[in-house]
């Protein structure tokens, strides 16, 4: 059993959903990036980490910042897999996931880029621009490495279907129609995706795409089994300091408790 679901299990044991935390790896800067991700790892169940691309076309204006920012500090795969290899030398419990566009695959080869994330300890991959029908090509050689799906609101059932069957931690569930971004409410269209997907598998479900306040977790607590913040997370980052950001990741790990 992998880390992911591991996670999924633990906090369902703790009567509480999955809270999976995003930062951009390189942002605010390399060693920055570093001490963001230890204060993120003491909130998160699981953590998703960017890996910044020029062109990155689901993310919305905070992200993409981020992304060109990191890039400039001279961020990329090679030196994001580097952090993760020292990373693992002192934690071994934590799940990671790395968003990322498949050119970077491309670029180094599918084959050799999995050899590399398994060696390097990564748990999964969130490829936004892989469609499921194109991934024949990746799954050969994914060895304990998740592919985890998106799967949004204008999704039909006839392609859901195919995502829960190649799915083998969780599923992604985008809100909205759009890009990433902080919105003030959850869709009833994301909310209803859910519920599609309850449907035909008990496969967990993780929310992401608009979530920012406690009180949009909270809501969620009796639907989904995981929940997705980014952006506003990145918007922290920017504008305030250490202790902001532990005060606001605390605020939403408390608002994941079912109780």
């Known amino acids: 059993m992998n880390r992911i679901v591991d996670a999924f299990n633990k906090a369902k044991s703790n009567n509480r959903i999955c809270f999976i935390p995003f930062c951009e790896f390189g942002y605010p800067s390399l060693e920055g990036f570093s001490k963001v991700i230890n204060i993120i790892c003491k909130y998160g169940d699981i953590v998703e ?28 795969i090679s030196k994001a897999f580097e952090w993760l290899y020292n990373f693992r030398k002192d934690n ?14 491309h670029y180094i080869g599918v084959k050799e880029f999995f050899k ?18 194109e991934s ?15 799967a949004s609101v204008t999704t039909s059932d006839k392609r859901l279907k195919k995502i829960v069957e190649k799915s083998d931690s969780f ?21 209803d995706l859910i519920r599609r997907i309850k449907k035909i598998s008990p496969i967990p479900t993780a929310l ?40 606001y990741l605390e605020e939403l790990k408390s608002a994941t408790s079912m109780l």
């Open 208 to 247: 992401g795409f608009g979530l920012k306040s406690k009180e949009q977790i909270k809501s969620l607590t009796s639907l989904a089994d995981g929940v997705i913040v980014g952006s506003e997370i990145v918007r922290i980052i920017e504008d305030s300091n250490d202790d902001e950001l532990e005060r």
């Open 136 to 150: 024949d090509n990746v799954y050969p050689y994914r060895d304990g490495v998740s592919v985890i799906w998106l």
């Open 49 to 76: 980490v960017g890996i910044p691309f020029s062109d990155p076309i689901a993310d919305g204006p905070i992200i993409q910042r981020a992304s060109d920012i990191a890039i400039k500090n001279g961020a990329n």
């Open 92 to 105: 071994k419990s934590t799940p990671i996931v790395f968003m990322l566009y498949y050119n970077l695959i």
């Open 116 to 133: 590399i994330a398994r060696d390097m300890g990564l748990d999964g991959v969130i490829i936004p621009d892989l469609p499921i029908e």
């Open 171 to 191: 599923i992604y569930c985008v809100s909205v129609k759009g890009v990433t971004g902080p919105r003030d409410e959850i869709s009833k269209d994301g909310l």
